[in-house]
């Protein structure tokens, strides 16, 4: 029988990308699966399209606090209780700080720091019930902070940061807390990355049919969940960037600069 048969499992932001991947792979293994997204249309498209096997789909922006507590609620009314939450919403943004609106980094540090604050803080008492699991999908930008990113690594920060208090709160509960660090992911999201006035590029400057599928992300986010495992850093690239930022700074930030920078310094990526 598989690990995650029978339980229910939350995945906040699952119309598309990691979050969808993740909800593809547990249905099969009989899960039973509550998610929400923003967009109306496309979390309607969900709902028709797992019909038959139950997914709860509900519309919700996790930056809206009663938002999340509504959808946490009527999970547990669904399906009775939660075993597993993985905190995927997110955001990104491109833009130099001193180019940068602060309603930007306002935005991304609701939507992807305490948007898991919120829905984490509702379901705890289920998920402490039932001696569950507590997921957050971070980023290397958790451990590195990267130019033109300023925001989105500081609600990556935040988010390793609280989730490693809660974990050591949580420590003789049961409950198992766990952050991931996808690396770069084919996704939507440096689509919807916002730009230095809080609006959608609509464009990626990575070449995305290279980069790690979200349907690979979520397989190995499903084994580290059912391993227990503390943290996953997922990627060559991402196990060395963290690695080198924590034995030799000083090169992490020649190298990080060199990435990110043209020959003339200008900011390109």
Known sequence: MSFFQDKVVVITGGS??????????????????????????????????YSRVGLHAVACDVSDEEECRRFIESTVDTFGGIDILINNAGISMRALFTDCDTKVTRKVMEINFLGAVYCTKYALPSILQNKGVIVGVSSTAGYRGLPGRSAYSASKFALQGWLESLRTEMLHSGVHVMWVCPGFTASNIRFA????????????????????????????????????????VLTFLGKVTVLINKMAPSLADRLTYKHYYNKKGEFVK
């Open 193 to 232: 990355a916002l730009d230095s006035h809080g609006d959608a590029r609509g464009e990626t400057v990575l070449n995305e049919s290279s980069l790690m599928s979200a349907e690979d992300c979520a397989r190995h986010i499903l084994r580290a969940i059912q391993r227990r495992k503390r943290t996953l």
């Open 16 to 49: 598309d990308g990691i979050g969808k991947a993740l909800i593809e792979s547990l249905i099969p293994l009989g899960a039973k699966v509550a998610t929400c997204g923003r967009s109306h249309d496309k979390i309607y498209t969900l709902q028709m399209e």
